[in-house]
Protein backbone atom coordinates (compact mmCIF):
# COMPACT_ATOMS: atom_id res chain seq x y z
CA UNK A 1 0.00 0.00 0.00
CA UNK A 2 1.39 3.58 -0.60
CA UNK A 3 2.18 6.05 1.53
CA UNK A 4 0.33 9.45 1.56
CA UNK A 5 3.54 10.82 0.10
CA UNK A 6 4.12 8.39 -2.69
CA UNK A 7 0.61 9.18 -3.60
CA UNK A 8 1.20 13.04 -3.46
CA UNK A 9 4.29 12.43 -5.53
CA UNK A 10 3.00 10.07 -8.50
CA UNK A 11 0.01 13.12 -8.45
CA UNK A 12 2.69 15.46 -9.03
CA UNK A 13 4.11 13.29 -11.94
CA UNK A 14 0.99 12.74 -13.38
CA UNK A 15 0.15 16.32 -13.53
CA UNK A 16 3.73 17.12 -14.79
CA UNK A 17 3.82 14.56 -17.41
CA UNK A 18 0.68 15.30 -19.14
CA UNK A 19 1.61 19.08 -19.70
CA UNK A 20 4.46 18.58 -20.91
CA UNK A 21 4.26 16.07 -23.80
CA UNK A 22 1.64 17.96 -24.62
CA UNK A 23 3.67 21.14 -25.66
CA UNK A 24 5.62 19.28 -27.84
CA UNK A 25 3.38 17.86 -30.86
CA UNK A 26 4.50 15.81 -32.99
CA UNK A 27 3.17 16.83 -36.39
CA UNK A 28 3.67 15.86 -40.58
CA UNK A 29 6.44 18.50 -41.28
CA UNK A 30 9.86 18.12 -42.28
CA UNK A 31 11.05 18.36 -38.42
CA UNK A 32 9.01 16.23 -36.70
CA UNK A 33 12.85 14.02 -36.34
CA UNK A 34 13.73 16.96 -33.85
CA UNK A 35 10.30 16.89 -31.81
CA UNK A 36 10.51 13.15 -31.49
CA UNK A 37 14.22 13.54 -30.14
CA UNK A 38 12.70 16.26 -28.01
CA UNK A 39 9.55 13.52 -26.54
CA UNK A 40 12.10 10.35 -26.26
CA UNK A 41 14.13 12.40 -23.87
CA UNK A 42 11.52 14.25 -21.76
CA UNK A 43 9.17 10.30 -21.82
CA UNK A 44 12.74 8.60 -20.52
CA UNK A 45 12.14 8.58 -16.89
CA UNK A 46 13.55 10.13 -14.06
CA UNK A 47 12.34 11.39 -10.99
CA UNK A 48 10.67 14.88 -12.08
CA UNK A 49 12.29 16.58 -8.11
CA UNK A 50 12.68 19.50 -10.09
CA UNK A 51 9.69 20.11 -10.99
CA UNK A 52 8.15 18.39 -8.28
CA UNK A 53 10.15 21.14 -6.12
CA UNK A 54 7.81 23.85 -8.34
CA UNK A 55 4.42 22.85 -7.51
CA UNK A 56 5.03 21.79 -3.89
CA UNK A 57 6.62 25.33 -3.22
CA UNK A 58 4.13 26.77 -4.81
CA UNK A 59 1.42 24.73 -3.12
CA UNK A 60 3.22 25.10 0.52
CA UNK A 61 2.74 29.27 -0.47
CA UNK A 62 -0.67 28.91 -0.77
CA UNK A 63 -0.47 29.24 -4.34
CA UNK A 64 -2.74 27.73 -7.64
CA UNK A 65 -0.89 24.46 -8.52
CA UNK A 66 -2.08 24.82 -11.97
CA UNK A 67 -0.40 28.29 -12.06
CA UNK A 68 2.81 26.63 -11.47
CA UNK A 69 2.76 24.05 -14.27
CA UNK A 70 3.48 25.57 -16.98
CA UNK A 71 6.96 27.15 -14.72
CA UNK A 72 7.51 23.38 -13.70
CA UNK A 73 7.60 21.98 -16.90
CA UNK A 74 9.80 24.73 -18.19
CA UNK A 75 12.55 23.57 -15.80
CA UNK A 76 11.98 19.79 -16.63
CA UNK A 77 12.90 21.15 -20.10
CA UNK A 78 16.19 23.01 -19.35
CA UNK A 79 16.94 19.56 -16.90
CA UNK A 80 16.09 17.39 -20.13
CA UNK A 81 18.26 19.39 -22.50
CA UNK A 82 21.03 19.85 -20.43
CA UNK A 83 21.28 16.05 -20.27
CA UNK A 84 21.21 15.68 -23.87
CA UNK A 85 23.92 18.00 -24.34
CA UNK A 86 25.73 16.53 -21.37
CA UNK A 87 26.02 12.96 -22.99
CA UNK A 88 27.11 14.73 -26.42
CA UNK A 89 30.51 13.15 -27.52
CA UNK A 90 31.75 16.87 -27.10
CA UNK A 91 31.18 16.71 -23.40
CA UNK A 92 30.91 13.59 -21.14
CA UNK A 93 30.56 11.09 -24.17
CA UNK A 94 28.02 8.79 -22.57
CA UNK A 95 25.63 6.37 -24.16
CA UNK A 96 23.38 4.83 -22.84
CA UNK A 97 20.64 7.59 -20.37
CA UNK A 98 18.20 6.10 -17.82
CA UNK A 99 18.52 2.57 -19.21
CA UNK A 100 18.32 3.81 -23.06
CA UNK A 101 20.67 5.08 -25.74
CA UNK A 102 21.39 8.60 -25.20
CA UNK A 103 19.44 10.49 -27.57
CA UNK A 104 22.56 11.53 -29.59
CA UNK A 105 22.82 7.38 -30.28
CA UNK A 106 18.84 6.99 -31.35
CA UNK A 107 18.39 9.90 -33.44
CA UNK A 108 22.56 10.94 -34.61
CA UNK A 109 24.65 14.23 -32.79
CA UNK A 110 23.25 17.05 -34.84
CA UNK A 111 19.21 16.11 -33.65
CA UNK A 112 20.10 15.80 -30.49
CA UNK A 113 22.07 18.90 -30.07
CA UNK A 114 18.84 20.52 -32.17
CA UNK A 115 16.66 18.80 -29.63
CA UNK A 116 18.83 20.29 -26.76
CA UNK A 117 18.39 23.70 -28.19
CA UNK A 118 14.67 23.41 -28.83
CA UNK A 119 13.96 22.25 -25.32
CA UNK A 120 15.77 25.14 -24.31
CA UNK A 121 14.09 27.71 -26.32
CA UNK A 122 10.75 25.96 -25.40
CA UNK A 123 11.27 26.64 -22.05
CA UNK A 124 11.21 30.20 -22.06
CA UNK A 125 8.35 30.48 -24.69
CA UNK A 126 6.38 28.14 -22.33
CA UNK A 127 7.03 30.28 -19.06
CA UNK A 128 6.53 33.46 -21.35
CA UNK A 129 2.97 31.88 -22.41
CA UNK A 130 1.45 31.14 -18.92
CA UNK A 131 -0.67 33.89 -18.68
CA UNK A 132 -2.49 32.52 -21.51
CA UNK A 133 -2.12 28.55 -20.94
CA UNK A 134 -2.58 28.56 -17.17
CA UNK A 135 -3.95 32.16 -16.13
CA UNK A 136 -0.85 32.75 -14.27
CA UNK A 137 0.29 36.25 -12.95
CA UNK A 138 1.87 38.44 -15.95
CA UNK A 139 4.22 39.54 -13.60
CA UNK A 140 5.23 36.39 -12.04
CA UNK A 141 5.82 35.07 -15.53
CA UNK A 142 8.16 37.73 -15.90
CA UNK A 143 10.09 37.39 -12.74
CA UNK A 144 10.38 33.65 -13.50
CA UNK A 145 11.69 34.27 -16.98
CA UNK A 146 14.90 36.30 -14.88
CA UNK A 147 15.19 33.88 -12.19
CA UNK A 148 15.46 30.77 -14.49
CA UNK A 149 17.92 32.74 -17.16
CA UNK A 150 19.90 33.39 -14.57
CA UNK A 151 19.91 29.99 -12.63
CA UNK A 152 20.20 27.96 -16.00
CA UNK A 153 22.64 30.29 -17.98
CA UNK A 154 26.51 30.99 -18.15
CA UNK A 155 26.45 32.18 -14.35
CA UNK A 156 24.40 28.97 -13.38
CA UNK A 157 24.33 26.05 -14.54
CA UNK A 158 26.50 26.44 -17.92
CA UNK A 159 28.97 27.88 -16.05
CA UNK A 160 29.45 24.66 -13.36
CA UNK A 161 29.38 22.73 -16.75
CA UNK A 162 31.92 25.17 -18.22
CA UNK A 163 34.30 24.52 -14.71
CA UNK A 164 33.42 20.96 -15.15
CA UNK A 165 35.19 20.79 -18.74
CA UNK A 166 38.02 22.76 -17.45
CA UNK A 167 39.30 20.42 -15.15
CA UNK A 168 38.42 17.16 -16.18
CA UNK A 169 41.00 14.72 -15.83
CA UNK A 170 42.77 17.12 -13.33
CA UNK A 171 42.77 17.27 -9.15
CA UNK A 172 41.12 19.93 -7.69
CA UNK A 173 40.51 21.20 -4.33
CA UNK A 174 37.67 21.11 -2.44
CA UNK A 175 36.35 25.11 -2.97
CA UNK A 176 36.33 24.01 -6.95
CA UNK A 177 34.33 20.90 -6.39
CA UNK A 178 31.85 22.97 -4.57
CA UNK A 179 32.15 25.53 -6.79
CA UNK A 180 31.10 23.92 -9.90
CA UNK A 181 28.05 21.51 -8.37
CA UNK A 182 26.72 25.18 -6.57
CA UNK A 183 26.49 26.04 -10.29
CA UNK A 184 26.28 22.69 -11.89
CA UNK A 185 23.62 20.99 -9.96
CA UNK A 186 22.37 23.43 -7.41
CA UNK A 187 21.61 26.18 -9.51
CA UNK A 188 18.71 24.80 -11.36
CA UNK A 189 17.48 23.23 -8.05
CA UNK A 190 17.27 26.65 -6.46
CA UNK A 191 15.62 27.70 -9.79
CA UNK A 192 12.79 25.21 -9.50
CA UNK A 193 12.00 26.34 -5.74
CA UNK A 194 12.01 29.79 -6.74
CA UNK A 195 9.40 29.57 -9.75
CA UNK A 196 7.28 27.57 -7.49
CA UNK A 197 7.40 30.62 -4.53
CA UNK A 198 6.89 33.00 -7.86
CA UNK A 199 4.14 31.36 -8.84
CA UNK A 200 2.56 31.69 -5.37
CA UNK A 201 3.57 35.57 -5.08
CA UNK A 202 5.77 34.22 -1.61
CA UNK A 203 7.18 36.79 1.01
CA UNK A 204 10.58 37.63 -0.12
CA UNK A 205 11.48 36.17 3.26
CA UNK A 206 9.87 32.88 2.48
CA UNK A 207 11.68 33.01 -0.77
CA UNK A 208 15.17 33.26 0.11
CA UNK A 209 15.09 30.49 2.86
CA UNK A 210 13.46 28.07 0.65
CA UNK A 211 16.25 29.08 -2.05
CA UNK A 212 18.96 28.44 0.71
CA UNK A 213 17.00 25.34 1.38
CA UNK A 214 17.67 24.65 -2.48
CA UNK A 215 21.32 25.18 -2.55
CA UNK A 216 21.39 22.83 0.23
CA UNK A 217 19.60 20.18 -1.17
CA UNK A 218 21.25 20.12 -3.99
CA UNK A 219 24.64 19.75 -2.73
CA UNK A 220 23.60 16.77 -0.61
CA UNK A 221 21.95 15.53 -4.32
CA UNK A 222 25.31 16.19 -6.31
CA UNK A 223 27.35 14.16 -3.32
CA UNK A 224 24.82 11.13 -3.18
CA UNK A 225 25.15 10.86 -7.06
CA UNK A 226 28.95 10.72 -6.85
CA UNK A 227 28.18 7.79 -4.06
CA UNK A 228 25.67 5.93 -5.99
CA UNK A 229 28.07 6.12 -9.13
CA UNK A 230 30.57 3.73 -6.77
CA UNK A 231 28.35 1.91 -4.90
CA UNK A 232 25.20 1.14 -6.85
CA UNK A 233 24.42 -0.99 -10.03
CA UNK A 234 24.15 -0.31 -14.28
CA UNK A 235 20.58 -1.26 -14.11
CA UNK A 236 19.22 0.88 -10.68
CA UNK A 237 21.25 3.92 -12.55
CA UNK A 238 20.50 3.37 -15.79
CA UNK A 239 23.96 4.22 -16.78
CA UNK A 240 27.07 2.34 -16.54
CA UNK A 241 28.77 3.42 -12.98
CA UNK A 242 32.15 4.30 -12.42
CA UNK A 243 31.55 7.07 -15.24
CA UNK A 244 33.41 9.38 -13.18
CA UNK A 245 36.29 7.12 -12.91
CA UNK A 246 36.33 6.77 -16.31
CA UNK A 247 36.46 10.29 -17.13
CA UNK A 248 39.47 11.02 -14.23
CA UNK A 249 36.71 13.81 -12.64
CA UNK A 250 37.27 14.82 -9.07
CA UNK A 251 34.15 13.88 -6.81
CA UNK A 252 33.08 14.29 -3.79
CA UNK A 253 33.92 10.44 -3.02
CA UNK A 254 37.48 10.45 -4.10
CA UNK A 255 38.07 13.81 -2.65
CA UNK A 256 36.59 12.87 0.61
CA UNK A 257 36.23 8.88 0.52
CA UNK A 258 33.38 6.96 0.35
CA UNK A 259 32.17 7.17 4.58
CA UNK A 260 32.91 10.74 4.05
CA UNK A 261 31.16 11.79 1.60
CA UNK A 262 28.53 9.93 3.15
CA UNK A 263 28.83 12.25 6.17
CA UNK A 264 28.72 15.56 4.06
CA UNK A 265 25.43 14.16 2.56
CA UNK A 266 24.19 13.87 5.33
CA UNK A 267 25.11 16.96 6.62
CA UNK A 268 23.65 18.96 3.56
CA UNK A 269 20.67 17.42 4.12
CA UNK A 270 20.74 18.29 7.58
CA UNK A 271 21.01 22.11 6.91
CA UNK A 272 18.54 21.23 4.28
CA UNK A 273 15.87 20.49 6.69
CA UNK A 274 17.14 23.47 8.59
CA UNK A 275 15.89 25.92 6.22
CA UNK A 276 12.71 24.12 5.13
CA UNK A 277 11.38 24.67 8.41
CA UNK A 278 12.09 28.66 8.27
CA UNK A 279 10.12 28.43 5.08
CA UNK A 280 6.64 27.64 4.15
CA UNK A 281 6.27 24.05 3.95
CA UNK A 282 4.43 20.97 3.93
CA UNK A 283 5.21 17.36 5.00
CA UNK A 284 5.69 15.91 1.68
CA UNK A 285 8.68 18.16 1.10
CA UNK A 286 10.12 17.37 4.54
CA UNK A 287 9.66 12.91 3.59
CA UNK A 288 11.32 14.28 -0.32
CA UNK A 289 14.42 15.84 1.11
CA UNK A 290 14.50 12.88 3.38
CA UNK A 291 14.14 10.23 0.84
CA UNK A 292 16.97 11.50 -0.88
CA UNK A 293 19.46 10.14 1.91
CA UNK A 294 18.22 6.95 2.05
CA UNK A 295 19.19 6.22 -1.36
CA UNK A 296 22.72 5.77 0.13
CA UNK A 297 21.52 4.13 3.65
Same mark, same amino acid.
Given at each position: *?????? *? ?5 I ?8 S ?9 ? @? ?14 RI??I ?6 E ?14 ? @?? *???CY ?6 L?? *? ?7 G ?6 Q ?11 S ?5 F %?????? %? ?12 A ?10 NG ?9 I ?9 T ?14 SA ?5 I????S????K?A @? ?19 I ?22 SLY???G?K ?19 S ?14 N
Amino acid at each position: *MKTNFL *MQQDEYIKLINEKLYSYVAVENTPYD @VVKEAMLYSLSAGGKRIRPILTLAFCEANGGNLKKALPFACA @VE *MIHCYSLIHDDLPC *MDDDDMRRGKPSCHKQFGEANALLAGDSLLTLSF %HTIANA %HHLAGTDSLACLSAVGALSEYAGVNGMVGGQVIDLINEGKKIDADTLYKTHSLKTAALICSAIKLGAIAANASDEATKNA @VSYGYELGMAFQIIDDILDVISDEKTLGKPIGSDADNQKTTFVSLYSLDGAKKLAGEHTKRALDFLARTNHSEFLFELTSSLLTRIN
